[in-house]
């Protein structure tokens, strides 16, 4: 850890960069701090150094060090891009949703309100003709309340939940039905308002028939939502096999009819569960052997001639077939040259891995030998020895140095080390130690990657999600379909495959039909 | 049947069998059986002299089939059919070696053990080891 002190000469600012942490554990960030000479601006908190008075100290120039600790107030380039970021995360000011959302909220009060309206506008617009409601009427409100109610329930359980992703384009069955609905109360009202509104009917008791007969129906509707929305897709019919491009990690699912947009969520956030975390780390070596390769051969033209810039049509043959010509020299070059790459290549991963093993030697003797400092006080030897007693972070923290050493040397031999800051390995260790677990189990999420969800917010990227498909991504899966969705360093490749119809025969065999006998020597007749 | 050492070479008197496979229905058929083999129990082998001798016999001949026809005899042990040999062969290659579907005709080395009589008796004093 170096202090530095840059001074600049002007009386009223005095520039410090303070603590500069250079340790490979974490870059901490670099805090600039502006101190200005007038006292109105407080200083940042706990400033042990000495001189913010330059007239009065003489040597204030050549020894002044002030070395303060993280305060409240500064705020260091980090946050600043943090704070941009989660202001783009949280206000998500796309129209769309909010246009859908009011229509919906339209929607529903209209499908609400509707029978009630039914019920009511006769009653206000002709009391003195309408019939008197008898038994079996008002027998009928009820069943109208009631099913209006659990017309209420079912639509808040399936709509009512918090959108979990956007989708580039619209939800097509979601559009249909509510074009239906629409369509449906439409022609109610018209019905309605014709029929009975125009004529003023007075038997009131069709009137409440006809809006229960409403109700059924839109409960109905609801039926259709949910197998059209929801049950539909249960089935399996697909088979996609998703293939991350930069490492080739693939894994199967099954899943039903769906479009392909629903299709790429799906898919999405199965990857956040099992796939393990995209480490670019990882590729940097064999992007330099790749480099090499490239490196090693040159392409000169002995005889003068300049293959044309452009192939164009057919008169540019010669061009065509030169270029054409030069590569496969170049390919026929690279297969017979002595390439050892590959020699060098075996010992390297040889000797990386033998470096792992005993970097992760050192470091699980180092975890079990911290854990071996605290122990759980129980009840009542707290009442009997009072001991210096800590809370899980406090624990955490004071068994942390002993194995960070370790720690860090195998992060970073495993190129892991950005995955993992120090805050959240001893947020981990305080809740190892908090939930009773063993060495090996704290050890666990640092010696394999895990998936995605497990690591902090900036290694999730849940926003920046591209679908790249030839067919229209509302359209269903095919057999044969395959699309991309695009991150930013990485995509991942999902090819689909119809589930093959399985047709199964049935063979009875009677459990007393199991004999044998010894084999003497076999004869076969040919 | 002479004396086998393993590792050592094998010297028998032969004969030449040509069998015709017939065709019936989908498969080529040869009308005989066969039994033995390195990975089958030679001391069940009812046709060898040598109870420790794991090649291939003759087990069985359909009466009236292409064996039959072409003179082979049961308990004749096959040492080689179509130039390959098949003193040193499991039960399966050795079944796999005469049904194959490409070839029509199967040529076998056989010996069995009256024929070293008969080369003995006509040689009259000249005994063939």
Redesign the interface.
Known sequence: MESLTVMDAEEEEVLQVLEVCQTIEEFREVIVTTIEEDSNNSPPVASSGTGTKPSQDDNWGETTTAVTGTSEHSLSQEDIVRITKDLEDSVGLDCRRYFTLTLAVVMGLLVFLTPVAFLVLPHLLWPEKLQSCGTACEGLFISVAFKLLILLLAVWALFFRSPRAGLPRVFVFRALLAVLVLLFVMSYWLFYGVRILDTQDDNYQGIVQYAVSLVDALLFIHYLAIVLLELRQLQPRFSVCVMRSTDGEKRHYNLGQLSIQRAALAVLEHYYCDFPVHNPALLSASKSRAAKHLAGLKVYNVDGEFPAALAEGPGNNAAAGMAHSQSRAMIAAAARRRDTSHNELYYEDAEHERRVRKRKARLVVAVEEAFTHIKRMQEEEQKKTPVDVMDPREAAQAIFPSMARALQKYLRTTKQQHCHSMESIQQHLAFCITNNMTPKAFLESYLSAGPTLQYSRSHWLARQWTLISDASVTSGLSDGCVFQLKCVDFSLVVTTKKIPYIQMSEEYIDPKSHKFVLR??????? | MSNFIPGQPLVAVVQRIEIKKLRQGDNL??G?????GID??PG??PFSDDKADKGIYV??I?PGGPAETADLKMGDKIMQVNGYDMTMMT?DQA?KR??KKNEDVVRLLVTRKSLEEAVKNSMGGYQRQ
């Open positions: 003497l020597q076999s004869e076969t007749s040919v | 058929i040869l005989f059986s066969i039994g033995g089958q129990d069940q082998n087990t069985r359909t039960h079944r005469l049904t």
